[in-house]
């Protein structure tokens, strides 16, 4: 929580900030853990279902899921994780356009902020 003068604040101002942006640090850091817990989880489902879809012989299937793997292995924040219900022209969190191209779901340029 910024403040433009923080000198100017009472003690007892500045103490509950300093215990909220703590509790705000350490909130952040758990739902942080948790997310890569559940990243690790999805990864290791993809990359059953990749087995399958190629043992199957659905080759592009097993290709579109590898790729959806590698997104996931490059961490938090990677452009271009979609869900069923993205449409082209969706803006997903970091700013990303959502562009289908001949029936394939990639990532587009940066859209707005």
């Known amino acids: 929580m910024p403040v433009l003068d923080d000198r100017a604040l009472p003690a007892d101002a ?3 900030l300093d215990k909220y942006n703590e509790a705000l640090a350490e909130a952040q850091r758990e739902v942080q853990e948790r997310l890569a817990r559940q990243r690790e989880e999805l990864i290791q489902q993809l990359e059953r279902i ?3 879809e190629t043992k199957a012989g659905h080759l592009d299937e097993a290709i579109a899921v590898r790729e959806q793997v590698r997104l996931l ?3 938090p924040g990677t452009p271009g994780l979609f869900t069923p219900a ?3 022209g969706d803006i997903v969190p970091g700013g990303i356009v959502i ?3 001949a029936g394939v779901k990639s990532p ?3 859209g707005p902020a």
Do not use: F, N, T
Request: no cysteine; net charge negative; charged share 20%.
């Open 50 to 52: 990749q087995d399958e």
């Open 14 to 16: 500045r103490a509950l």
């Open 108 to 110: 587009g340029v940066p």
């Open 86 to 88: 993205m449409q082209s």
């Open 73 to 75: 292995q490059a961490g």
């Open 99 to 101: 562009e289908y191209q």
